[in-house]
């Protein structure tokens, strides 16, 4: 086979770079005149008198030779004179051998190489003065060919090691330009075996040569040998890798060959060097075809480790640091730029592959979304997703996109890989930063809150690792963000802006204008987003080095503005803006320059001050306002950071008016007119009853009441300020914490507010408070938020005191709250539509309403009234015995009563109150510490009277877990993606002291805990497991206390769900965490095994595994069991890879026991209800996730357990698995089908080339599946309710899509091989596919919408399974066993449907297909057997599928 090839351009550029060496090129007139003067060669031999008579005249020196007539009539010429001649054939010998001769001479030789030099006659001027070389022209000769070759061949390795000579010219490399673009090769395979020899012999760079030149010497039909040759040399010296790969690229592979190739390719691309690296990606990327394409990038991604690519520390230090002068550090540059460039490269030919070719971009995707594991992901996949997103293709970003936002929101791509992207690869990503741009913007706009957190990280990296342009860009943009409005939006920009101020304030400096520019969209943000506002801008204005000093004025302006508005919200503004410029302003200096005692030059202190008092005095016709000035002074004061003069000035005035304002001495009677009458309640200090001191609580309340009572009317009396209850809580906590960093946190000045009284009205009122007018209702519920909130501030002043009366005290004023919450909750249920009074001032109080009343009544009703309608549709839909339909609705409906019910009896519930009422520091949670307290009272001779002792009890142990929980949930807690168009209420209100710890600190404080929640968590066990052993094991035997039942189950789950809500913690996949992680894990384990030696994380993961374990047998619900279970499961998880089939065979075998457990309440009634349910799939998800096989699970719940309910009692449930009764089944229901449909996905697709045994083993595991399917579907003919029916169309649908695209392949190849196999599973699919067309001809006769939504679909799939069975049949040469009968319409009774047609005399039935394969191998071949066709035919109305409506 000829192929055209054309003229070489190789030896073109070589010998002209040749001539400009030796300078005989100077135009045609110079080489007519240059040749004169040239000797020509005198050798009167057969060759030279040869060539001149063809036109060729030979020249000496470094003159090129001469050629009188046209390249191919010289060749004519030379052919027919060695044709004609007398000693023909010898002369060729003779001639070869002359060749040999005058090619003794090196010049001579390198005159052959190079072009010839045409001889001009005046009137030719304007020919063509190129010629090619007389090697050239001789190897254009067909019978010189051969020979012409051999001496090229042996002569090279003369020339091997010379290099470039003087003249400039590589011999080797123009001797095999003579070889290139031959118009025919004589001997292909004589001529690739001695290519193939020089490599084996020749030096490096000449092997790189010859391998380079190989597409362009050879033949096609050559192309496969040459390729194998190359691929077992690329196995052996990786050095020629380069040539190696450019060489396999340009030739002409089979697809088959290609494979191999690229297969040997990629198993020594580990060992490649860093350089040699891009052109290895790029051939393997170049030579994928669509079918590999999936598989070929999974691999190369595995393999690619650009991890290894990082400098060493030393030199990214140098990198980093400016350039100093040195030999040392300009040694270190080269290998920067060498590292980083090969990167560069690698990426570009990544993306010049995602660019052009579909496929692998769309391969590269599903390589990156097939990962599942966190420790799998890389920094090629994150390197990746950014190439793809800079691409233009929309689908390539769209895409990229969203892989990114689907393992943000799963923990799979988190900071830490983050970070080593940025950190080893920062100056390769510098091109790709409009992408990371645009990918931060989008993840901060989402509405998912879970991936948001991540285009903060994006942000901070890209300010931190590129240059100003970029910084500039990425500031522009969080600004942009924050004056977008959105909450979530906002919230994340301003955090990263206060980040990047405190980490960098000097560049952030240059960008002050750019924030500057927020203070005109402050409409938009809610409190706590102006506080970190102002943080930051006061951070760059007034900072210790003020580089953003400039844009001082403009804040001053904007916070005295807003501090003399009469509006609160913009006095609110003002509020929080000066205390945090006074934050900045009034900061201790570490250089005190001019002080006095303080380290603020004077005019600093003197403007501080002066700021302090304009904001008290425009506060103080404001109660909300001075309460609001108290807290965020109170947060200033907290952080410790004051300078000591402004903390004296502070705590010396807050100390005065407080005692002014809010206390007063006890005497015996207490005067005044109130609502109700005063008494002293609540005084822990008994023997101080009479000159002791008291907070006047119920005459300020009942002022209050009056002044808010006559605002209206009266105009308020001048320059007298208004004391408010409203401000007592956060005025105490404010002194509190200006007496700890005065006195080192000694309170002795103030202990006595902790058992002092207040004055209150006797809390008997409460029982007959049904019988008061509104106002005292009102009055009352205002004075038990008002006495709780002091309680709470009270607590968090005195909690970590460490004088055992001090805690007694404590303790007794938690006892005080949850009594007084009881309270509280009885007046709330008969004070409708009361609002408390505000506790949390940083929050809009306009946002806050008082929770609606309950409207149970009214939903039961329209309940019922639905729930007839549903039965008497049902009933006359129904053509048949319809009980167990009937069944099915009445337990929908009771599912609901218990919830209902709970609701009744429970009234008012206090967590719709949470925001009225003060937060709890996390330090009072240590209070979880106190064991039993006593102390001795004394008489007045100092005798013992009376030993009084206090402990946690259950109500106040529930009270502090729940704080603990939410204040976990908050702040370790993944984000959760808000509800779609539910109303949002503010999340972080109540948080506000905890906003300002960082995630770290919080967790340091669960460590400090964990023993303590331990000890809480054995006490429970013991309680339970004490119980069960008085009573026999019965949980609901009489005499129980129900209440202490009740509260020790609350806190047992508590517990448990403290310690998920820990170890949940994101944060642990942080390697900087990982030693918090390992401490967290020692004080479980260690509860098991004390004086255990430093252990791996795998042991104490499995120790604390086993101490978990020890609760099973105690926990009292299974919302509990839940989540233990899932404590577990996640505490495997931080294990890795290592032990995961064991604990997943522990979780699950854990799981099946609680699942295999009767619940019931301590009432004695068994649990219920759609709380009940969703914990019971959950539950059930887990079981089915973590066994082993889960095909055989869902066999043994629908084989064994589904039967023994049927056969059971109404009320009864499965003996196997007590928690499946009828209530319950379809909670069981759809768990099964879709963890079934789930795993079918996970069965590996049938590939041609896998072994018979892989194949039967793939068709075992899809014959499990489908017999799973079929008994799932077969059981609607029992449960025939309308979400059994829904869950059956969806799953179904999906289940046969899966089969669709994953088992057909797999019946297609396994046809011959397992005829009897792939039959019966047919057969089987068959059934459970006829039982989804009766259930789509009985939702279209039912007219329900909500059950024809799905129909469509599934007819479709139905109809596509039809005909892959006859392409399965055909491609096998069975096709005679495929044929097409009619069936009619039935429903789920197996009754036939008649249409309106069919009423009128023209039934019409719908075609479809039997594919009864009994195909034997008859005379050799393989046909249908005759007899099994005929029995098909005849129960065709019993087995057809209808695909066709």
């Keep these: 086979m000829m192929r055209k090839k054309k003229r070489p351009s190789v030896d073109q550029t070589d010998s002209s770079a040749a001539l400009d060496g030796s300078k005989p090129k100077k135009g045609r007139t110079g080489g007519q005149r240059h040749s004169k003067s040239v000797q020509v060669v005198p050798d009167e031999s057969v060759f030279v008198q040869l060539l001149r008579e063809a036109g060729v005249t030979l020249k000496q020196d470094r003159a090129s030779n001469e050629i009188a007539v046209d390249q191919v009539v010289f060749q004519k010429r030379l052919q027919q004179s060695l044709k004609k001649h007398p000693r023909y054939p010898g002369i060729i010998q003779e001639f070869i051998t002359g060749l040999e001769s005058h090619i003794e001479d090196p010049q001579h030789f390198r005159n052959g190489l190079l072009p010839c030099v045409p001889r001009l006659n005046d009137e030719d001027s304007n020919s063509v003065s190129y010629q090619e070389s007389l090697m050239r022209l001789l190897l254009g000769i067909e019978m010189l060919q051969t020979p012409v070759i051999n001496i090229l061949f042996e002569k090279l390795p003369e020339f091997m090691f010379d290099g470039v000579g003087e003249d400039g010219l590589n011999v080797p490399r123009i001797i095999m330009n003579q070889l290139k673009w031959l118009d025919r090769v004589m001997d292909s395979t004589d001529l690739a075996s001695k290519l193939m020899q020089l490599v084996s012999v020749a030096s490096l760079e000449v092997q790189r040569d010859v391998i380079t030149s190989i597409p362009e010497v050879l033949e096609d039909s050559q192309h496969g040998d040459i390729a194998r040759e190359l691929n077992s040399l690329l196995k052996e010296n990786t050095q020629l890798t380069v040539p190696i790969l450019d060489a396999l690229s340009s030739l002409n592979l089979s697809p088959t060959l290609l494979a191999e190739v690229r297969g040997a390719v990629m198993t020594t691309l580990s060992a490649v060097q860093l350089e040699d690296l891009p052109v290895v990606v790029k051939f393997i990327l170049h030579s994928i075809s669509a079918p590999d394409a999936i598989e070929v990038v999974t691999e190369l991604r595995k393999k690619l480790e650009l991890e290894l690519c990082l400098l060493p520390p030393v030199l990214q230090s140098s990198q980093s640091r400016p350039r100093i002068k040195g030999a040392a550090s300009a040694s270190n540059l080269p290998a920067v730029s060498s590292s980083q460039d090969s990167v560069s490269l690698v990426l570009d030919a990544i993306k010049s592959a995602v660019r052009f070719q579909k496929m692998i971009s769309e391969a590269w995707l599903k390589a990156v979304e097939n990962v599942e594991e966190i420790e799998d992901h890389k920094v090629i996949d994150l390197l990746v997703l950014f190439i793809l997103h800079s691409t233009n293709a929309n689908h390539s970003r769209r895409g990229a996109e969203r892989v990114l936002k689907v393992k943000v929101r799963g923990a799979l791509i988190q900071e830490a890989l983050l970070q080593k992207t940025f950190r080893g690869h920062g100056q390769v990503m510098r091109g790709y930063f409009p992408s990371i741009l645009a990918l931060a913007q989008s993840l901060v706009r989402s509405t998912d809150s879970c991936v948001v957190p991540f285009g903060g990280h994006l942000y901070k990296q890209a300010f931190t690792t590129f240059d100003s342009y970029c910084q500039q860009e990425v500031v522009a943009s969080l600004v942009t963000h924050v004056c977008s409005g959105l909450a979530a939006e906002v919230d994340v920009a301003l955090e990263l802006l206060c980040e990047l101020v405190a980490q960098r304030p000097k560049e952030m400096a240059l960008y002050a204008v750019f924030i500057k520019g927020i203070l005109d969209y402050m409409d938009n943000l809610s409190p706590q987003q102006i506080r970190r506002l102002f943080q930051l801008l006061s951070g760059v204005a007034f900072g210790a080095e003020q580089q953003g000093a400039h844009i001082q004025d403009d804040m001053h302006i904007v916070i005295r503005k807003q501090l003399s508005s009469t509006v609160l919200k913009y006095k609110r503004i003002g509020i929080i803006g000066a205390v945090m410029v006074v934050g900045s302003m009034g900061a201790r200096r570490n250089n005190p320059e001019n002080t006095q005692g303080g380290t603020l030059p004077k005019e600093t202190q003197r403007q501080v001050i002066n700021l ?117 809580a956060s005025f105490f906590r404010l002194l509190r914490l200006c007496e700890e960093v005065q006195h080192q946190g000694d309170l002795e000045e103030i202990d006595a507010l902790l058992g002092c009284p207040l004055i209150l009205t006797d ?15 009102d009055f009352v519920c205002s004075l038990l938020f008002y006495t709780i909130n002091w309680f709470r501030e009270v607590v968090n002043a005195f909690c970590q005191l460490k004088d055992p009366e001090m805690k007694m005290k404590v303790v007794t004023r938690l006892q005080n709250i949850t009594y007084l919450q009881s309270l509280l909750e009885k007046s ?122 206090v402990q946690l009890g259950p109500a106040e142990l529930v009270f502090l877990l729940e704080d603990l929980w939410r204040k976990l949930d908050f702040s370790l807690a993944p984000a959760k993606k808000a509800p779609f168009l539910k109303a949002k209420a503010d999340r972080t209100v109540g948080f506000s002291h905890l906003q300002q710890r960082s995630v770290r600190e919080v967790a340091n404080h669960c460590l400090q805990l964990l023993p303590t929640l331990s000890t809480h968590l054995e006490n429970c066990h013991n309680h339970f497991q004490t119980v069960l052993s008085e009573n026999q094991g019965v949980v609901d035997a009489l005499g129980v206390d129900l209440r202490e039942h009740q509260l020790m189950s609350s806190a047992y789950q508590l517990l448990l769900q403290v310690l998920l809500c820990m170890f949940s913690w994101s944060g642990f996949g942080q390697q900087e965490h990982r030693a918090l992680l390992k401490s967290m894990l020692g004080v479980l384990a260690s509860r098991l095994k004390e004086g255990e030696a430093e252990l791996s994380m795998e042991q104490l993961v499995r120790h604390s595994c086993e101490y978990l374990l020890n609760f099973r047998g105690s926990v009292p619900s299974l919302s509990t069991a839940l989540c233990l279970t899932q404590l577990l499961t996640v505490l495997a998880r931080c294990a890795g890879g290592a032990c995961q089939s064991a604990f997943r065979e522990q979780t699950a075998s854990l799981a099946r026991g609680f699942l295999c457990q009767e619940w019931v309440s301590a009432g004695g009634e068994k649990d219920r209800g759609n709380k ?88 075992l595991t899809w ?10 579907i077969n059981l609607v003919k029992v449960f025939d309710s309308r979400p059994v029916l829904t869950v059956c169309l969806k799953f179904g649908r999906l289940f046969l899509e899966s089969f669709l695209k994953l088992g057909m392949p797999l019946l297609d190849f396994s046809f011959k091989k397992h005829k009897e196999d792939v039959q019966s599973l047919l057969k089987t699919f068959q059934l459970s596919t006829r039982q989804l067309h009766h259930m789509c001809g009985h939702s279209k006769i039912r007219q329900d919408t909500g059950l024809t939504n799905h129909v469509p679909a599934l007819k479709k799939s139905l109809e596509q399974f039809v005909y892959r069975v006859k392409a399965m049949l055909t491609l096998n040469h069975c096709q005679e066993a495929f044929w097409l009968g009619n069936l009619k319409n039935r429903d789920l009774k197996g009754e036939e449907i008649l249409s309106q047609r069919s009423t009128q005399g023209s039934e019409e039935e719908d075609e479809d297909e039997e594919e009864e394969q009994q195909p034997q191998e008859q005379s050799g071949d393989e046909e249908s057997d005759s007899d099994s066709r005929k029995n098909g035919l005849n129960k065709e109305e019993e087995e057809e599928e209808v695909t066709d409506d």
């Excluded at 809390?763 to 209702?777: A, F, P």
């Excluded at 109080?845 to 008082?850: F, S």
């Excluded at 719940?1197 to 589904?1202: K, N, T």
């Design 828 to 949: 709330l249920a008969v004070t409708p539509g009361f609002m408390p009074p505000l506790a949390n001032f940083d929050c809009d109080g306009t946002e806050l309403t008082a929770p609606a009343p309950s409207s149970a009544p009214a939903k039961k009703a329209k309940k019922d009234s639905a729930g007839k309608k549903r039965k008497a549709r049902a009933s006359k839909n129904s053509s048949a015995d319809s009980s167990q339909l009937e069944e099915a609705i009445e337990a929908e409906e009771t599912q609901q009563e218990p919830a209902e019910k709970e609701k009744e009896r429970a009234g008012i519930s206090l967590s719709a109150y949470r925001p009225f009422f003060r937060e709890l520091d996390i330090e009072v949670l240590g209070v979880l510490e106190c064991g039993l307290l006593s102390r001795t009272l004394l008489d007045t001779e100092l005798h013992s009277r009376v030993r009084e002792e």
């Design 612 to 728: 302090l008092e304009l904001v008290r005095s425009c506060s103080e016709g404001s109660p909300e306002a001075a309460a609001l000035y108290y807290d965020e002074l109170a947060k200033l004061v907290l952080t410790g950071k004051l300078d000591p003069l402004i903390q004296a000035w502070i705590g010396k005035s807050v100390l005065e008016d407080f005692q002014e304002d809010f206390v007063v001495d006890l005497g015996p009677d207490i005067s005044g007119a109130f609502p109700l009458p005063a008494s002293v309640m609540y005084n822990l200090d008994e023997d101080e009853s009479q000159g002791g001191i008291a907070v006047n609580l119920l005459p300020l309340v009942a002022q209050d009441l009056s002044h808010r009572a006559d605002k209206r009317s009266q105009v308020n009396d001048g320059g007298k300020r208004q004391v408010s209850p409203l401000c007592l």
């Design 1263 to 1272: 014959n499990l599946a489908v017999r799973d399917f079929h008994i799932l």
């Design 1172 to 1259: 009940h349910n969703d914990t019971l799939h959950s539950l059930l998800c887990i079981y089915l996730t973590h066994v082993d096989d889960v095909l055989k699970a869902v066999e043994e719940i629908a084989g064994e357990g589904i039967p023994e309910l049927v056969s059971a009692a109404k009320d009864a449930s499965s003996r196997t698995w007590p928690t499946l009764n009828r209530q319950t089944f379809l909670v069981f229901y759809r768990t099964m089908m879709a963890e079934l449909e789930k795993a079918v996905r996970k069965i590996p697709p049938g590939k041609q080339r896998d072994s018979t045994e892989v194949q039967s083993e793939k068709l």
């Design 763 to 777: 809390m008997d009122v409460v029982d007959k408070l049904e019988s008061l007018s509104k106002t005292e209702r």
